[in-house]
Nanobody, 118 residues
Framework: QVQLVESGGGLVQAGGSLRLSCAAS????????MGWYRQAIGKQRELVAS??????NYADSVKGRFTISRDNAKNTVILQMNSLKPDDTAVYYC?????????????WGQGTQVTVSS
């Protein structure tokens, strides 16, 4: 079994910063991709940022404000969010594509709420 456990999130004023962290644990052979998605009320889940093999990918709406980083030794991914806007308000989900045993699968965290007040 593989688990993703998120921490961070909360309430912040517009222009402020938050840091999300996600740690993968369990029977892990290889972590290929780690990233973050978000889902606002009434909207579809969307990719925020991801990282694989040293390559990073960002949604246009967060470029220049969010930074994703990964600690391979700790199986952890961090999302540093700066200059937050009310439109960033959503539930943020950690995501990973992990090889476990002979299979590789998608895994999701439980989600953490980020609320940005104007």
């Amino acid at each position: 079994q593989v688990q993703l456990v998120e921490s961070g999130g909360g309430l912040v004023q517009a222009g402020g910063s938050l840091r999300l962290s996600c740690a993968a644990s369990g029977s892990i052979r290889t972590i290929y991709t780690m990233g973050w998605y978000r889902q606002a009320i009434g909207k579809q889940r969307e990719l925020v940022a991801s990282t694989r093999g040293g390559t990073t990918n960002y949604a246009d709406s967060v470029k220049g404000r969010f930074t994703i980083s990964r600690d391979n030794a700790k199986n952890t991914v961090i999302l540093q969010m700066n200059s937050l806007k009310p439109d960033d308000t959503a539930v943020y989900y950690c995501y990973a594509y992990i090889g476990s045993g002979i299979l590789s699968s998608d895994y999701w965290g439980q989600g953490t709420q980020v609320t940005v007040s104007s």
